[in-house]
């Protein structure tokens, strides 16, 4: 092997052990009375170690933060880290005596794979991402076979239409938003509510979930996450967010849970969610219009327009020229 080529090896980590010779050794120092404190035991990691680990762990953490926070308290990077340190610190000990550990690059891909894997299941534990795992499911499992994933090194895993293009998408939300009101869904609110049920809801008929998703990517001319899949399915599918709620005991034999939305009947109640939910949609909309050019307006009314009166009534038409003419 040359010079050249043995330190572009070393620069990878794939013959340095840096962070291994760190974990072995003790790190002292003599104070001024002339006692030794010990900064750092033998087989523990030190500063070199601990920033790899942070790393690693960040890399994952900023994919599914806001959910971690809300569910586990992780409301920042450190305290992940930390419970990841505790969690995960003898499974890396023992990898290193195992002998599945010999090099600063065999570390990386260890500690990359476990900080990856011990994020996501937590994330999968949580509200959003039992419901993110809904929508992955329903495009994996699709009869019509129109979904493909497409791997994303930076991020999380990109989904798209089959032989559709494999780049981000570059469309505005509010259109893809939009999109979702052309596909029906028929939600039962009481299947969905039933606390004995053991398995996921179906949140509509057979096909409705897999038709509104095709509809999404069809729009957006590219691939989403399932994550920003969800969030703009949310817009149209209430039952997959998660609201405040009231429990409905007038049966306790039968008790169902609505958004609290001020309404008393468990019917107006899921009205009344709809209804703001398609309020704020409105208003997204109308930003989204006043944002544009004149030539871009032009195109996006002959676009949407017609799909607007239908689905949000005139008013939308007639209330707001200024967006829209």
Avoid at 175 to 193: F, N, V
Wanted: with cysteine.
């Amino acid at each position: 092997m040359t010079e050249t080529s043995r330190q572009a090896v070393d620069a990878d980590g794939e013959t340095t052990t840096m962070i291994l010779d760190e974990f072995r050794r003790e790190e002292a120092v003599r104070t001024a009375r002339g006692t030794v404190r010990i900064l750092k035991p033998k087989r523990s990691f030190g500063r070199i170690g601990l920033k790899h680990i942070t790393d690693c762990v960040d890399r994952a953490y900023r994919v599914y933060r806001e959910s971690l926070n809300v569910e586990f308290g992780l409301d920042s990077l450190e305290a992940c880290v930390n419970a990841f340190y505790v969690d995960r610190l003898r499974n890396l000990e023992t990898a290193i005596e195992g002998g599945r550990i010999t090099t600063d690059a065999s570390f990386d891909r260890q500690v990359t794979t476990a900080a990856y894997n011990w994020v996501k299941g937590l994330f999968g534990r949580t509200d959003f991402g039992r419901k993110r795992d809904v929508i992955r499911k329903r495009m994996q499992r699709d009869p019509q076979n129109r979904f493909e994933s497409h791997d994303n090194k930076k991020s999380e895993q990109h989904w798209g239409l089959r032989g559709g293009s494999a780049l981000p998408t570059t469309t505005p939300t509010v259109t893809l938003k939009l999109a979702t009101l052309q596909y029906p869904i028929d939600i039962d609110y009481r299947k969905i509510a039933d606390p004995t049920r053991k398995r996921e809801p179906s949140y509509g008929k057979k096909g409705q979930l897999e038709n509104m998703l095709a509809g999404i990517l069809q729009a957006a001319e590219g691939t989403l996450t399932a994550t920003e899949l969800l969030r703009i399915v949310q817009y149209r599918v209430t039952v997959l967010q998660a609201p405040r709620v009231l429990s409905m005991d007038a049966n306790p034999e039968s008790p169902l849970d609505f958004p609290d939305t001020g309404a008393t009947d468990p019917s107006d109640a899921a009205d009344a969610q709809e209804h703001l939910q398609r309020e704020r949609l409105i208003e997204d909309i109308i930003q989204h219009f006043e944002s544009l050019d004149r030539k871009d307006l032009a195109r996006e009314r002959a676009k949407w327009a017609p799909t607007l009166e239908i689905l949000l009534g005139d008013s939308i038409i007639q209330n707001s020229g200024k967006a829209l003419s």
